[in-house]
């Protein structure tokens, strides 16, 4: 489980690097803040890993891994950065 639990990661890192290689960063964040992309589709595609074993079993956690770090990668920073949006302007009405 050791080899499976690295290669989620490693498929999480990867999918953090093409969207930081795609530009998929949302523009409010600042350039020195990519780890923090890195750091979400990683733990993303481990945790969606471990949740593919726990629904689908070994052989298709690597499938489950791979498409919940895309999502997490995709929709996580733009989610942080509509909060920070919403409390940013409840904080100056």
Do not use: D, N
């Not at 290669?7 to 949302?26: D, E, M, R, T």
């Not at 945790?47 to 689908?56: A, E, K, S």
């Amino acid at each position: 489980m050791l080899m499976l639990s690295s290669l989620w990661l490693v498929i999480g890192l990867v999918i953090g690097l093409i969207c930081l290689a795609a530009h998929l960063q949302p523009q409010a964040w600042s350039r020195a803040s990519w780890p923090f992309l890195l750091i979400i589709s990683g733990g993303s595609g481990y945790l969606g890993g471990w949740l593919g074993v726990w629904l689908f079993g070994r052989l298709f956690a690597p499938f489950a891994a791979l498409w919940i770090a895309i999502l997490a990668s995709l929709l996580i920073p733009r989610l942080l950065v509509l909060l920070r949006q919403q409390t940013l302007r409840k904080a100056t009405e």
